[in-house]
Protein backbone atom coordinates (compact mmCIF):
# COMPACT_ATOMS: atom_id res chain seq x y z
CA UNK A 1 0.00 0.00 0.00
CA UNK A 2 1.31 3.66 -0.81
CA UNK A 3 1.52 5.52 2.17
CA UNK A 4 3.13 9.19 1.97
CA UNK A 5 3.11 10.64 5.56
CA UNK A 6 4.35 14.63 6.06
CA UNK A 7 6.11 15.88 8.85
CA UNK A 8 7.89 19.75 9.72
CA UNK A 9 4.59 22.03 9.50
CA UNK A 10 3.80 24.79 12.68
CA UNK A 11 3.89 27.61 13.53
CA UNK A 12 6.97 30.07 11.96
CA UNK A 13 7.31 33.72 11.95
CA UNK A 14 7.13 36.07 9.03
CA UNK A 15 10.63 35.86 7.30
CA UNK A 16 11.50 32.88 8.35
CA UNK A 17 12.42 29.51 7.41
CA UNK A 18 10.98 25.86 7.98
CA UNK A 19 11.65 22.32 6.55
CA UNK A 20 8.89 19.90 5.24
CA UNK A 21 9.54 16.02 4.72
CA UNK A 22 7.56 13.72 3.30
CA UNK A 23 8.35 10.09 4.34
CA UNK A 24 7.03 7.48 1.50
CA UNK A 25 6.79 3.60 1.78
CA UNK A 26 4.73 0.71 -0.16
CA UNK A 27 6.49 1.98 -3.69
CA UNK A 28 9.95 2.18 -5.58
CA UNK A 29 10.20 5.61 -4.41
CA UNK A 30 13.16 6.03 -6.76
CA UNK A 31 10.73 5.61 -9.82
CA UNK A 32 8.34 8.42 -9.38
CA UNK A 33 8.65 11.94 -10.06
CA UNK A 34 6.43 13.56 -6.71
CA UNK A 35 5.06 17.01 -6.11
CA UNK A 36 4.09 19.46 -3.15
CA UNK A 37 0.46 21.05 -3.37
CA UNK A 38 -0.77 23.41 -0.91
CA UNK A 39 -4.22 24.94 0.56
CA UNK A 40 -4.53 27.83 2.22
CA UNK A 41 -7.56 27.66 5.10
CA UNK A 42 -10.61 27.75 3.33
CA UNK A 43 -9.15 27.88 -0.81
CA UNK A 44 -8.52 26.05 -2.99
CA UNK A 45 -5.15 23.47 -4.19
CA UNK A 46 -1.87 25.23 -5.50
CA UNK A 47 0.79 23.37 -7.22
CA UNK A 48 4.07 24.58 -4.75
CA UNK A 49 6.87 22.52 -6.35
CA UNK A 50 7.79 18.74 -8.34
CA UNK A 51 10.97 16.94 -8.65
CA UNK A 52 11.89 14.61 -11.24
CA UNK A 53 12.51 10.61 -10.11
CA UNK A 54 16.30 11.14 -9.69
CA UNK A 55 15.92 14.67 -8.58
CA UNK A 56 17.61 16.14 -11.34
CA UNK A 57 15.03 17.93 -12.82
CA UNK A 58 12.84 20.93 -9.87
CA UNK A 59 9.90 22.90 -10.92
CA UNK A 60 8.40 25.74 -8.95
CA UNK A 61 5.22 28.07 -8.72
CA UNK A 62 5.79 31.51 -9.99
CA UNK A 63 4.66 32.46 -5.94
CA UNK A 64 7.74 30.12 -4.40
CA UNK A 65 10.46 30.05 -7.17
CA UNK A 66 13.27 31.38 -5.26
CA UNK A 67 12.52 30.98 -1.65
CA UNK A 68 11.44 27.10 -1.63
CA UNK A 69 13.70 23.87 -2.71
CA UNK A 70 12.03 20.67 -3.02
CA UNK A 71 15.05 18.15 -2.88
CA UNK A 72 14.83 13.94 -2.36
CA UNK A 73 16.70 11.98 -0.73
CA UNK A 74 16.05 8.11 -2.61
CA UNK A 75 18.04 6.07 -0.31
CA UNK A 76 15.59 6.99 2.38
CA UNK A 77 12.13 7.61 0.44
CA UNK A 78 12.01 10.77 1.60
CA UNK A 79 11.10 14.16 0.18
CA UNK A 80 11.86 17.42 1.20
CA UNK A 81 10.48 21.05 1.41
CA UNK A 82 13.07 24.02 2.27
CA UNK A 83 10.70 27.02 2.91
CA UNK A 84 12.84 30.34 3.32
CA UNK A 85 11.42 34.02 3.95
CA UNK A 86 7.71 32.74 4.68
CA UNK A 87 5.06 35.18 4.46
CA UNK A 88 1.68 35.21 5.90
CA UNK A 89 0.10 34.05 2.43
CA UNK A 90 1.80 30.73 2.74
CA UNK A 91 0.35 29.26 5.46
CA UNK A 92 -1.76 26.46 4.25
CA UNK A 93 -1.74 22.87 4.65
CA UNK A 94 0.95 21.05 2.37
CA UNK A 95 0.77 17.76 1.11
CA UNK A 96 3.25 15.67 -0.87
CA UNK A 97 2.00 13.72 -3.48
CA UNK A 98 3.02 10.61 -6.45
CA UNK A 99 2.59 11.62 -10.06
CA UNK A 100 0.60 8.57 -11.23
CA UNK A 101 3.36 7.41 -13.86
CA UNK A 102 5.03 9.64 -16.10
CA UNK A 103 3.13 12.83 -16.20
CA UNK A 104 2.39 15.15 -13.33
CA UNK A 105 -0.81 14.25 -11.72
CA UNK A 106 -1.44 12.68 -8.39
CA UNK A 107 -2.97 9.28 -7.62
CA UNK A 108 -1.89 9.33 -4.22
CA UNK A 109 -1.81 12.37 -1.44
CA UNK A 110 -0.29 12.43 2.13
CA UNK A 111 -2.45 13.64 5.11
CA UNK A 112 -1.15 17.01 4.52
CA UNK A 113 0.73 19.02 7.23
CA UNK A 114 0.24 22.46 8.29
CA UNK A 115 2.54 25.63 7.83
CA UNK A 116 1.23 28.81 9.71
CA UNK A 117 3.12 31.47 9.30
CA UNK A 118 2.81 34.58 12.04
CA UNK A 119 4.62 36.56 14.53
CA UNK B 1 1.27 30.44 -16.31
CA UNK B 2 -1.71 28.19 -17.69
CA UNK B 3 -5.05 29.44 -15.69
CA UNK B 4 -8.25 27.16 -15.35
CA UNK B 5 -11.79 28.51 -14.78
CA UNK B 6 -13.96 26.45 -13.08
CA UNK B 7 -17.68 26.72 -13.25
CA UNK B 8 -20.10 27.08 -11.51
CA UNK B 9 -18.28 27.85 -8.11
CA UNK B 10 -20.71 25.83 -6.37
CA UNK B 11 -24.15 24.33 -7.17
CA UNK B 12 -26.78 22.48 -5.08
CA UNK B 13 -28.18 19.25 -5.98
CA UNK B 14 -29.87 16.43 -5.18
CA UNK B 15 -29.65 12.69 -4.57
CA UNK B 16 -29.98 11.21 -7.77
CA UNK B 17 -29.24 14.59 -10.06
CA UNK B 18 -27.26 14.91 -13.32
CA UNK B 19 -24.39 17.70 -12.70
CA UNK B 20 -21.88 18.76 -15.04
CA UNK B 21 -18.75 20.94 -14.55
CA UNK B 22 -17.19 22.85 -16.52
CA UNK B 23 -13.09 23.71 -16.81
CA UNK B 24 -11.80 26.26 -19.34
CA UNK B 25 -7.71 26.65 -19.96
CA UNK B 26 -6.26 29.99 -21.21
CA UNK B 27 -5.15 28.04 -23.62
CA UNK B 28 -4.81 24.72 -25.19
CA UNK B 29 -3.83 21.80 -22.91
CA UNK B 30 -4.39 18.88 -25.40
CA UNK B 31 -6.02 16.11 -23.22
CA UNK B 32 -3.82 16.55 -20.25
CA UNK B 33 -6.49 17.40 -17.09
CA UNK B 34 -7.43 15.81 -14.71
CA UNK B 35 -10.12 16.00 -12.04
CA UNK B 36 -10.05 15.53 -8.61
CA UNK B 37 -12.60 15.57 -5.28
CA UNK B 38 -12.10 16.72 -1.41
CA UNK B 39 -14.15 15.93 1.11
CA UNK B 40 -13.39 18.83 3.94
CA UNK B 41 -9.99 17.86 5.64
CA UNK B 42 -8.99 14.85 3.65
CA UNK B 43 -6.55 14.80 0.93
CA UNK B 44 -8.05 15.33 -2.79
CA UNK B 45 -8.62 11.93 -4.65
CA UNK B 46 -7.63 11.65 -8.39
CA UNK B 47 -11.41 10.71 -10.19
CA UNK B 48 -10.23 11.16 -14.12
CA UNK B 49 -7.15 11.89 -15.82
CA UNK B 50 -6.18 12.45 -19.42
CA UNK B 51 -9.57 14.18 -20.18
CA UNK B 52 -11.55 10.69 -19.58
CA UNK B 53 -9.63 7.86 -18.43
CA UNK B 54 -10.86 6.71 -14.66
CA UNK B 55 -8.02 6.64 -12.27
CA UNK B 56 -8.34 3.61 -9.71
CA UNK B 57 -6.18 2.72 -6.66
CA UNK B 58 -5.36 -0.66 -4.85
CA UNK B 59 -8.51 -0.20 -2.49
CA UNK B 60 -11.77 0.70 -5.10
CA UNK B 61 -11.91 2.42 -8.41
CA UNK B 62 -13.94 5.25 -9.03
CA UNK B 63 -17.49 4.64 -9.94
CA UNK B 64 -18.57 5.10 -13.49
CA UNK B 65 -21.19 7.32 -12.37
CA UNK B 66 -18.19 10.08 -13.05
CA UNK B 67 -16.59 10.80 -16.63
CA UNK B 68 -15.23 13.29 -18.15
CA UNK B 69 -14.89 14.93 -21.87
CA UNK B 70 -13.15 17.34 -23.84
CA UNK B 71 -9.73 18.98 -25.41
CA UNK B 72 -8.00 21.75 -25.88
CA UNK B 73 -9.21 24.77 -23.57
CA UNK B 74 -12.91 23.26 -23.06
CA UNK B 75 -13.42 20.27 -20.51
CA UNK B 76 -16.36 18.36 -18.50
CA UNK B 77 -16.94 16.23 -15.14
CA UNK B 78 -19.82 14.84 -15.54
CA UNK B 79 -21.47 12.68 -12.31
CA UNK B 80 -24.58 10.94 -13.81
CA UNK B 81 -26.47 10.38 -10.74
CA UNK B 82 -25.69 11.84 -7.55
CA UNK B 83 -25.02 9.85 -4.44
CA UNK B 84 -24.62 11.33 -0.77
CA UNK B 85 -21.07 10.74 -0.90
CA UNK B 86 -20.44 13.19 -3.85
CA UNK B 87 -21.27 16.31 -1.96
CA UNK B 88 -17.76 17.82 -1.95
CA UNK B 89 -15.10 19.95 -4.22
CA UNK B 90 -14.18 19.39 -7.29
CA UNK B 91 -11.07 20.49 -8.97
CA UNK B 92 -9.77 20.46 -12.45
CA UNK B 93 -5.82 20.56 -12.93
CA UNK B 94 -4.04 20.89 -16.27
CA UNK B 95 -0.36 19.30 -16.31
CA UNK B 96 0.17 20.55 -20.29
CA UNK B 97 3.17 22.33 -18.95
CA UNK B 98 4.55 23.44 -16.03
CA UNK B 99 3.70 25.24 -13.53
CA UNK B 100 0.99 22.62 -13.40
CA UNK B 101 -2.28 24.67 -12.30
CA UNK B 102 -5.71 23.70 -10.67
CA UNK B 103 -8.94 25.18 -11.29
CA UNK B 104 -10.56 27.38 -8.78
CA UNK B 105 -13.01 24.68 -7.53
CA UNK B 106 -16.51 23.44 -7.91
CA UNK B 107 -18.56 23.21 -4.22
CA UNK B 108 -21.21 20.93 -4.75
CA UNK B 109 -24.07 20.79 -2.04
CA UNK B 110 -26.94 18.96 -0.82
CA UNK B 111 -29.96 20.87 -2.13
Known amino acids: EVQLVESGGGLVQPGGSTRLSCAAS????????MSWVRQAPGKGLEWVSA????????FYADSVQGRFTISRDNSKNTLHLQMNSLRGDDTAVYFC????????????WGQGTLVSVSS | AIQLTQSPSSLSASVGDRVTITCRAS??????LAWYHQQPGKAPKLLIY???????SSESGVPSRFSGSGSGTDFTLTISSLLPEDFATYYC?????????FGGGTKVEIK
Open chain 2, 27 to 32: QGISRA
Open chain 1, 26 to 33: GFIFSSYA
Open chain 1, 51 to 58: ISAIGSNA
Open chain 1, 97 to 108: ARDVGSDPFFGH
Open chain 2, 93 to 101: QQYYSYPCT
Open chain 2, 50 to 56: DTSSSAS
